[in-house]
């Protein structure tokens, strides 16, 4: 499991994709990460494999043991695969067999599946491309960016890496996100002073959990940080910094937060917990 989920590996997980709004080269990586949640026991994909738009997930259905739901775009402007896709996620919900429901999509229209499945107390994890409205993004426990998947595993037939720039703004009661706005004035920061910003930023956004998290002596574990993180900002991830765990991103920063590790009671395992200088 990633260092920055708590929960127990789930025993039986959905995955849906939507074949409109997914990218067949991530595959591999996209099945890698969702072992870290859990078991799969349902894999669909729905959309027109007819059309040449899907016909990229032709070469990984049989591979990846998914299966296909056919919908013919019988009308210009209506996506069939939406409704057959929610339908059959209510489906299976109600059978009350599963822990989790991974939804593979970068579409808004999804966001009403992921709070009614959250409602009935199911993990909604979440995996997109950048574009995916925060709507979304924020009605799952967890979302993943795509990009990040294909980021360290870039393949002739996969596309650049988009560059990512997480510039949400942290302060002590509230996150909040930058909004467009008619006239932006240009941007004259140096980049230099961009990138100590996002520091200063991120260094904000982890004190605030550590804070949260700790006990009457300052230190927090990991588990309990990562898990606040998550629940103030589900499209959080460390690779947005270059750190492949959160624990890596912390211990890197040793003029911030001070760690240390405990070994467990019964000696098989190290916990490690951190602190603010």
């Not at 738009?53 to 056919?70: F, M, R």
């Not at 002590?172 to 910003?197: G, Q």
């Not at 991120?202 to 009457?216: C, G, M, R, V, W």
């Amino acid at each position: 499991m990633s260092d920055i989920d708590t929960q127990k590996s789930l025993q039986n997980l959905v995955v849906l994709i939507d074949a409109d709004n997914a990218q067949a080269s991530v595959t591999k990586e996209l099945f890698a990460e969702i072992a870290k949640f859990g078991d799969v026991s349902v894999k669909r994909i729905y959309g027109d494999f007819t059309s040449q738009h899907s016909s990229s997930w032709k070469k990984v259905l049989q591979e990846y043991a998914i299966k296909p739901v056919q919908q013919f775009a019988y009308t210009t402007g209506k996506n069939a695969t939406d409704s057959s896709m929610i339908i059959d996620a209510m489906d299976l919900l109600y059978t009350r067999r599963f822990d989790g429901f991974c939804l593979v999509t970068s579409d808004s229209d999804f966001t009403g599946l992921a709070v009614r499945l959250k409602e009935e107390g199911l993990w909604v994890f979440g995996f997109g491309e950048q574009k995916t409205p925060k709507a979304f993004r924020n009605a799952c426990h967890k979302f993943i960016l795509t990009e990040l998947l294909r980021k360290d595993n870039s393949t002739p037939e996969s596309p650049k890496p988009v560059s990512i720039d997480l510039t949400p703004i942290y302060d002590d009661k509230a996150i909040i996100a930058d909004k467009p706005t008619k006239s932006k004035p240009k941007d004259r920061t140096k980049p230099a002073d961009k990138i100590e910003k996002k520091e200063e930023l991120l260094n904000k956004f982890i004190t605030l959990a550590i804070e949260q998290s700790s006990d009457d002596s300052g230190w927090a574990g990991l588990g309990g940080v990562g898990s606040y993180i998550t629940k103030l900002q589900p499209d959080f991830d460390p690779r947005f910094y270059g750190y492949k765990k959160l624990s890596d991103l912390v211990k890197a920063k040793k003029k911030v937060f001070q760690t240390k590790e405990i070994v467990t009671t019964n000696g098989t395992a190290k916990n490690l917990y951190i602190k603010v200088k």
